[in-house]
T-cell receptor, first 115, second 114 residues
Framework: AQSVTQLGSHVSVSEGALVLLRCNYSSSVPPYLFWYVQYPNQGLQLLLKYTSAATLVKGINGFEAEFKKSETSFHLTKPSAHMSDAAEYFCAVSRPPGGYNKLIFGAGTRLAVHP | DAGVIQSPRHEVTEMGQEVTLRCKPISGHDYLFWYRQTMMRGLELLIYFNNNVPIDDSGMPEDRFSAKMPNASFSTLKIQPSEPRDSAVYFC????????????FGSGTRLTVV
């Protein structure tokens, strides 16, 4: 079985501060990992993905995440928060073909950015 | 590309009524997924299709829920009869088979059963 845990349901940062959203996974085999963002009343948008290539993955809007197998983590970071980054962020995990094809989501972290 | 298109955006219905949610995936995407999002349970995978064939419906909560994909460009999720606890946002997503496992989500249907 595989799952993903997001630490912290709410994170609040000041504009210009570092954003760090935490995600830990459990999987019996190397997983594929994803971060999605959801703005109010919208669907989920893919920020970035790790699919067993480079462990440091760069995404859209200045976000990046690093896959650390030893820590079973895939934390999302952004050096400087903007007001427009306020949204809910979801970490998700799946396993390549040969296993099941589902994308399993974490509970989400709501990011607030204040002036 | 218009993305994944869901209709309606909002649906309010009375308990006991039949509800049909619709989804048009991105052309050429071989996989289609239905998710439900609630505050209590987060994002739950209900069912997914590959080449119009249902592959895994283990997430469908009850027999009141059914999903079909009659062709590559259309899928429906039906609830009959609907209950207040079915109130949620229902998302459809699709992805291609080429190894890029990022999904493209629709904007969702917000269902309220009163």
């Amino acid at each position: 079985a595989q799952s993903v845990t997001q630490l912290g349901s709410h994170v609040s940062v000041s504009e210009g501060a570092l954003v760090l959203l935490r995600c830990n996974y459990s999987s019996s085999v190397p997983p594929y990992l994803f971060w999605y963002v959801q703005y109010p009343n919208q669907g989920l948008q893919l920020l970035l993905k790790y699919t067993s290539a480079a462990t440091l993955v760069k995404g859209i809007n200045g976000f990046e995440a690093e896959f650390k197998k030893s820590e079973t983590s895939f934390h999302l970071t952004k050096p400087s928060a903007h007001m427009s980054d306020a949204a809910e962020y979801f970490c998700a995990v799946s396993r390549p073909p040969g296993g099941y094809n589902k994308l399993i989501f974490g509970a989400g972290t709501r990011l607030a950015v204040h002036p | 590309d218009a993305g994944v298109i869901q209709s309606p955006r909002h649906e309010v219905t009375e308990m006991g009524q039949e509800v049909t949610l619709r989804c048009k995936p991105i052309s050429g995407h071989d996989y289609l997924f239905w998710y439900r999002q609630t505050m209590m349970r987060g994002l739950e995978l209900l069912i997914y299709f590959n080449n119009n064939v249902p592959i895994d419906d283990s997430g469908m909560p009850e027999d009141r829920f059914s999903a079909k994909m009659p062709n590559a460009s259309f899928s429906t999720l039906k609830i009959q009869p609907s209950e207040p606890r079915d109130s949620a946002v229902y998302f459809c997503a699709s992805r291609p088979v080429d190894g890029n496992y990022g999904y493209t989500f629709g904007s969702g249907t917000r269902l309220t059963v009163v």
